[in-house]
């Protein structure tokens, strides 16, 4: 059983950076799509990013495109998420999920981790 854990998520200014880990356990993470998701209050859950089993294909929302940046180490079973940049509409709860599709809709992801939150706020 594949699970994801998300860290590093906290309070940052505008046109400030975090970096999101999603650490596999269970499986390894180089036999799935990783792909980033985000929700804000309110509002449906959004497809930021994702990345294929190999890194070589990413795609991105128009919102994050030369914003973020997707990638894996699959040697240590983990994917990221680098945030640059980041406005206050970026605030929300982060999730990282597996699937077998590099497509940034959230129904084709079977695992999926707690979320980590980001807040982007001065």
């Known amino acids: 059983q594949l699970q994801l854990v998300e860290s590093g998520g906290g309070l940052v200014q505008p046109g400030g950076s975090l970096r999101l880990s999603c650490l596999a356990s269970?499986?390894?993470?180089?036999?799935?799509?990783i792909g980033w998701f985000r929700q804000a209050p309110g509002k449906e859950r959004e497809g930021v990013s994702c990345?294929?089993?190999?890194?070589?294909?990413?795609n991105y929302t128009g919102s994050v495109k030369g914003r973020f940046t997707i990638s894996r180490d699959n040697a240590k079973n983990t994917a990221y998420l680098q945030m640059n940049s980041l406005k206050p509409e970026d605030t929300a709860l982060y999730y990282c999920?597996?699937?077998?599709?590099?497509?940034?809709?959230?129904?084709?992801?079977?695992?999926w981790g707690q979320g980590t939150q980001v807040t982007v706020s001065s």
């Open positions: 269970g499986s390894r993470l180089e036999n799935y799509v």
């Open positions: 990345i294929s089993r190999s890194g070589a294909f990413t």
């Open positions: 999920a597996a699937g077998p599709y590099s497509v940034l809709r959230a129904s084709a992801y079977k695992d």
